[in-house]
């Protein structure tokens, strides 16, 4: 998930029930019938199991609805204006709390492949390698556009790339094998090739290694 807003992560948020620091929730999905649901991508929730909200909400929710079930203290980001949620049980929103600090890390990442997306088509004019390097590193990146930065990293004829791809564990064979033809290429292209030893390049006619001093 990539919460757009990331200034919500600087609020905070205090059960007026039991002053309780409420938890950064990821809003439930909204099913078709439940309108629209709370139109916030998150919502500062109260977890406190010893909330009365919380504690007393058990019985009420027997005796007015007749099934199990309580009720949790809700916020909407930038409003102190207190909402209850019905929960079915004490874990519910329990494994949609959000770490605010991975959060903004995740959407950073979000916002770089975004940009990077955005100069692929002119980069090469632009010799620009950095959004191709950036999309092929990003695992999250969608196959498609990893594809077309591969397609287009020997345009750059660039060898200073390979460090870095060879550094990276890509978690897509086909992926790997596009990338390794790529390599492959650019290193014939310029009369190289990757000593078997050290990995250091060398020339591609070369025996002996100038780095590790291997026989090849
Ligand atoms: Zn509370
Ligand atoms: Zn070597």
């Known amino acids: 998930m990539v919460i757009q807003n990331t200034a919500v992560f600087d609020e905070e948020h205090t059960c007026p029930d039991c002053k309780a620091k409420m938890s950064c929730c990821e809003a439930p999905p909204?099913?078709?019938?439940?309108?629209?649901?709370?139109?916030?991508?998150?919502?500062?929730?109260?977890?406190?199991?010893?909330?009365?909200?919380?504690?007393?909400?058990?019985?009420?929710?027997?005796?007015?609805?007749?099934?199990?079930?309580?009720?949790?203290?809700m916020q909407l980001p930038g409003s102190t204006e207190l909402n209850v949620m019905m929960v079915a049980s004490e874990f519910a929103f329990t494994g949609s709390i959000i770490d605010p600090v991975q959060m903004r890390e995740q959407n950073e990442h979000y916002q770089e492949r975004q940009k990077a997306v955005a100069k692929l088509d002119t980069c090469v004019q632009d010799n620009d390698i950095t959004p191709v390097m950036t999309l092929i590193l990003d695992e999250k990146a969608t196959p498609a556009d990893r594809s077309k930065?591969?397609?287009?990293?020997?345009?750059?004829?660039?060898?200073?790339?390979?460090?870095?791809?060879?550094?990276?564990?890509?978690?897509?064979?086909?992926?790997?094998?596009?990338?390794?033809?790529?390599?492959?290429?650019?290193?014939?292209?310029?009369?190289?090739?990757?000593?078997?030893?050290?990995?250091?390049?060398?020339?591609?006619?070369?025996?002996?290694?100038?780095?590790?001093?291997a026989d090849i």
């Open 30 to 73: 909204v099913h078709v019938g439940d309108g629209l649901g709370w139109g916030s991508e998150v919502l500062f929730i109260c977890l406190n199991n010893e909330c009365p909200t919380f504690q007393g909400g058990w019985k009420k929710v027997d005796v007015n609805y007749g099934h199990k079930g309580t009720f949790r203290n």
């Open 149 to 213: 930065a591969v397609s287009l990293l020997k345009e750059f004829n660039d060898l200073s790339c390979i460090d870095a791809i060879r550094n990276h564990t890509f978690k897509k064979t086909d992926l790997a094998q596009e990338i390794n033809m790529v390599v492959s290429q650019l290193l014939k292209d310029n009369f190289k090739k990757e000593c078997p030893f050290c990995a250091e390049l060398i020339k591609a006619q070369a025996t002996k290694c100038m780095h590790c001093k």
